[in-house]
């Protein structure tokens, strides 16, 4: 997977802000906030292994982890200890983070970044095309 294939610009800049420091110094402040159903799992309960991965480089990389669904709390931290992934757990929406990632449009974090959509096709995941928005 390729970073920049996901993150915008100023996504990346964002994380990237202090080359002088290492990476993870440089990101210690940075606050990103993952959605679960659509964004870490697909809607049929399967963990989504890009998400995943994206989501421990941020982690690798410095920046303060956030869990959250619109299913609750409880809900957010039983997939996060499911997945095997260390975060915090809040209320969507409780806090604005640096980025945000889910697959609705949104507008939660500084920075928002949708994830396509998951869809199965011959049993294997693939990501929706990107909507038309002027069509």
């Known amino acids: 997977m390729v970073l920049s294939s996901i993150l915008d ?13 290492s ?3 440089s990101n210690e402040g940075v606050i990103v ?9 697909d809607y049929e309960g399967s963990p989504i292994a890009d998400s995943i991965q994206l989501f421990h480089l941020l982690q690798r990389l410095g920046c303060n982890m956030v869990i959250w669904s619109a299913g609750g ?12 992934l260390s975060a915090n757990v809040v209320k969507k929406g409780a806090i ?8 609705n ?6 920075v928002n970044i949708r994830i396509p959509t998951q869809k199965k096709e011959d049993g ?4 929706a095309p990107k909507e038309d928005k002027e069509g």
Do not use: C, N, S, V
């Open 9 to 21: 610009k100023e996504a990346i800049d964002m994380i990237r802000k202090d080359t002088k420091t």
């Open 23 to 25: 990476a993870k110094e």
């Open 33 to 41: 906030a993952f959605d679960i159903d659509g964004t870490l799992i």
């Open 73 to 84: 709390e409880a809900y957010a931290r039983a997939t996060a200890k499911w997945l095997g």
């Open 96 to 103: 604005t983070p640096d980025i945000a990632f889910d697959d």
């Open 105 to 110: 449009e949104f507008d939660l974090g500084k």
């Open 124 to 127: 294997k995941l693939k990501l």
